[in-house]
């Protein structure tokens, strides 16, 4: 079963902007980890954030985690072409296995 | 560096029929995971190495699925007496010890007919 949902399911944006996604779970965690997933082809790892960490940045990057609310962002600033992908949260209850949910579908228009 | 691979991408059976895929994962990773993906899903765990002992399986890994990691390196999924449910992207990955990102090969798609 897939512990994490993420909002929206789908994001389309114009090249420049900002996207945002939101990832809610429902067991307690270890960590939570973003992915991203070009079309058919396998997943790449983005960020981590730990469950003592409430923000974190990598790049163009910027994930905060709310425990009490169990709930998840991703922010991608100045969005790229190249950004278009699937993002997926994914859990870890700290047993090193990960519970994904089902992603969201980002569109960036140029 | 090469990273995750995944033989073969591709795979067209029919009904019925067995297949196996193989996994070779990062070099120095001891920890190795499969997982199923379905069309708009996210992957599903189905099992994990670590070195050459299977240390879970998730309930969705029938008795028609076996794995296989022999010497720790890389690994084999067998799906016997194939249905069509079994129409999926099939993801390894691979880490080291005590590191949780993990590293994904780019999946063998089968499509059962």
């Known amino acids: 079963s897939q512990q994490g949902e993420e909002d929206p399911q789908a994001l389309s944006i114009q090249e420049g902007e900002n996207a945002t996604m939101n990832c809610s779970y429902k067991?307690?965690?270890?960590?939570l980890q973003w992915y991203r997933q070009n079309s058919g082809r396998g997943l790449v790892h983005l960020i981590l954030?730990?469950?003592?960490?409430r923000e974190k940045h990598s790049g163009r990057l910027r994930v905060t985690l709310d425990t009490s609310k169990k709930s998840s962002s991703l922010l991608i600033t100045a969005s790229r072409a190249a950004d278009t992908a699937s993002y997926f949260c994914?859990?870890?209850?700290?047993?090193?296995?990960?519970?994904f949910g089902a992603g969201t579908t980002v569109t960036v228009r140029a | 560096d090469t990273g995750v691979s995944q033989d073969p991408r591709h795979k067209i059976t029919k009904r019925g029929q067995n297949v196996t895929f193989r996994c070779d994962p990062i070099?120095?990773?001891?920890?190795l995971y499969w997982y199923r993906q379905t069309l708009g899903q996210g992957p599903e765990f189905l099992t994990y190495?670590?070195?050459?002992?299977?240390?879970?399986k998730s309930r969705l890994l029938s008795d028609r699925f076996s794995a296989e990691r022999p010497k720790g390196s890389f690994s084999t999924l067998e799906i016997q007496r194939t249905e069509q449910g079994d129409s999926a992207m099939y993801l390894c990955?691979?880490?080291?010890?005590?590191?949780?990102?993990?590293?994904f090969g780019p999946g063998t798609r089968l499509t059962v007919t």
């Open positions: 070099s120095e990773h001891n920890r």
């Open positions: 994914a859990t870890d209850a700290g047993d090193y296995k990960l519970s």
């Open positions: 067991t307690s965690i270890n960590n």
């Open positions: 954030i730990r469950s003592n960490e």
């Open positions: 190495f670590q070195n050459e002992a299977q240390l879970e």
């Open positions: 990955a691979s880490t080291s010890a005590a590191v949780y990102e993990q590293y």
